[in-house]
């Protein structure tokens, strides 16, 4: 059995994939058990916590059948699910979800750093990062724009091992946004949290910059929440 390694911002896809390649090659049968959530998240290399995520939506899909003290067993093949599409927007939902909560940890400590070691041309790229996004019109895509945004203050950090850890999520970013973009009103609402969070480290004020970012984070996982595909 071969299993490969997971890239953190494709594990929606890869979970499924990998499952999928591993039924064909004829390592998993309609009834047959699944290996251990220790030995899949080792094997992917995800966290056991967004492994039992997809499993709760792969359950629900009648993919996978959890029996109490026997573990998980493949009800039937993947390529006879009825909705794949909605399987996957699901298990990218959870993802998501997961990303949000570490980005809560992590990316407040960014602001304020980047609150506290900004120059003024850091900050000049942070606005034009900042008005770029306001600029994108009702068709257009502004994830790119927003990624951009987040980078800039990173890069106020002076701080690579925060630039690269922004970095190592964008594909997830993008996908967040993209997400809640054709939400009405959302498009302005973000703006107004973008702009906060620019005021703040525009005053050097970290508690602050601290502060709005969970504000927009909130925000965005309401939003993610509140509009998840129904099964």
């Known amino acids: 059995m071969t299993i490969k390694k997971i890239k953190y ?50 359950e629900r899909e009648g993919l996978i059948e959890a029996r109490p003290g026997g573990g998980r067993f493949l009800s039937k093949a993947l390529d006879i699910a009825e909705d794949r599409t ?12 997961e990303l949000l909560e570490a980005r809560e940890l992590f990316e407040t400590g960014i602001v304020e750093l980047a609150a506290k070691r900004a120059t003024e041309e850091d900050i000049a790229e942070i606005e034009a990062a900042f008005e770029a996004w306001g600029g994108i019109g009702p068709e ?5 724009p927003d990624q951009a945004f987040h980078l800039s203050i990173a890069k106020a950090t002076h701080n690579v091992v925060l630039v690269n850890l922004i970095e190592l999520h964008m594909d997830l970013l993008q996908r967040t946004l993209r997400k809640t973009a054709a939400i009405p009103g959302r498009k302005s609402e973000v703006y107004e ?6 005021l703040a480290i ?24 509140r509009n998840a595909v129904q099964v």
């Not at 929606?12 to 009834?31: F, R, S, T």
Request: no cysteine; proline share 3%.
């Open 9 to 58: 911002h494709r594990v929606y896809e890869d979970v499924i994939e990998q499952l999928k390649n591993l039924i064909l090659e004829g390592n998993l049968a309609p009834g047959d058990v699944l290996p251990t959530e220790r030995e899949l998240a080792q094997s992917f290399g995800i966290s056991r916590g967004t492994l039992r995520e997809a499993f709760r939506i792969l």
């Open 86 to 97: 909605r399987i996957l927007d699901n298990i990218e939902r959870a993802t998501i979800i």
């Open 140 to 144: 257009g895509d502004s994830s790119k």
């Open 193 to 198: 949290e973008h702009r906060l969070i620019l």
């Open 202 to 225: 525009k005053e050097k004020d970290p508690v602050k910059a601290r502060l709005a970012l969970l504000h927009h984070l909130s925000h965005v996982k309401e939003n993610i929440q």
